[in-house]
């Protein structure tokens, strides 16, 4: 049974362990001298990979201090 823990930051310590089971169980066929089963198994469930999330459309935030106050 895996517990889900949150690391600091947010990260899943689940994932971090079914990205190890993945990899320990790929050099499992590999040793074994299933090389394209092995690299499938690597290959599943690849991620996209991070895209810009800030919209070039938006505009600068309003200032929301009352007038006069300095930072």
């Keep these: 049974m895996i517990i ?3 690391k600091k930051g947010g ?3 689940t994932s971090l362990l079914k990205k190890l089971e ?3 169980t790929a ?3 590999a040793e074994a ?3 394209d089963t092995a690299r499938e198994i690597l290959n599943e469930e690849k991620r996209k990979q991070k895209v810009d999330r800030i ?3 938006l505009q600068p935030r ?3 201090r009352a007038p ?3 930072r």
Aim: hydrophobic share 40%.
């Design 4 to 6: 889900p823990l949150v």
């Design 11 to 13: 990260i899943k310590m």
């Design 22 to 24: 993945r990899i320990f």
């Design 27 to 29: 050099a499992t066929f």
């Design 33 to 35: 001298g299933e090389y």
């Design 55 to 57: 919209s070039p459309t």
């Design 62 to 64: 309003k200032e929301l």
């Design 68 to 70: 006069g106050i300095k």
